[in-house]
């Protein structure tokens, strides 16, 4: 089973490039998420999804798109990045929105120089 | 605004000690709460969920518990071992919205 794939695992961006981090679930979640980790912060969430063609913004969504075509695909897409945008990005799906257990992605590591 | 607070923020026991961890929140107007470990590198992996109507959660040395009207919860991890090191995150799914939130982790040490 391959659960919660993220791509890719490691990303060095200049500032201003862009970029699409890739999520892909294959338990048939409805409910898709992206969060970053900072220290000392915990995890925060940026975007969710409820269901296909259905999103909506998190606690820190500035500076992220999200679009959701499929019931797999969750992709995260930094329009301009910047280095506030350093960070741990996990995707997450659970099989209905956070009332069921979370799957969690191994992370994308990015630096933005 | 629902905060999650995880003291202490790291732990270092001896082998075969029980221990348990600590998460608050502000708001006790949730559905659920649950544990994750996060392994060094790593994504979290779920280990229990609690659901709003529960008291606790059991698999097998790990026990979670629930006070809604106090805020709290507790890890409790028996007989420790060298593999239960990690970082142990509670979150808190609010009521009001589709936001989960996470406290920022207790870092678990168990020397042999």
């Known amino acids: 089973n391959a659960g919660v794939t993220q791509t890719p695992k490691f990303q060095v961006l200049k500032t201003g490039q862009s970029m699409t981090l890739q999520c892909a679930q294959d338990m048939n979640h409805e409910y898709m998420s992206w969060y970053r980790q900072d220290p000392g912060m915990g995890l925060r969430l940026i975007h969710y999804?409820?269901?296909?063609?259905?999103?909506d913004q998190g606690e820190v969504p500035n500076g992220y798109n999200v679009s959701r075509s499929t019931t797999e695909d969750f992709p995260l897409r930094l329009l301009s990045a910047a280095p506030s945008q350093t960070s741990v990005y996990f995707c997450?799906?659970?099989?209905?929105?956070?009332?069921?257990?979370?799957?969690f992605g191994q992370g994308t590591r990015l630096t933005v120089v | 605004k629902q905060e999650v607070t995880q003291i202490p923020a790291a732990l270092s026991v001896p082998e075969g000690e029980n221990l348990v961890l600590n998460c608050s929140f502000t708001d006790s107007a949730i559905y659920n709460l649950q544990w994750f470990r996060q392994d060094p590198g790593k994504g979290l992996t779920s280990l229990l969920l609690?659901?709003?109507?529960?008291r606790e959660q059991t698999s097998g040395r790990l026990n979670a518990s629930l006070d809604k009207s106090s805020g709290r919860s507790t890890l409790y991890i028996a007989a420790s071992q060298p593999g239960d090191s990690a970082t142990y995150l509670c979150a808190v799914k609010p009521r009001n919205n589709n936001d989960m939130r996470f406290g920022a982790g207790t870092r678990l040490t168990v020397k042999p």
């Open positions: 997450a799906s659970s099989f209905r929105d956070t009332l069921t257990e979370a799957f």
């Open positions: 609690i659901q709003s109507s529960q």
């Open positions: 999804s409820v269901g296909a063609g259905i999103t």
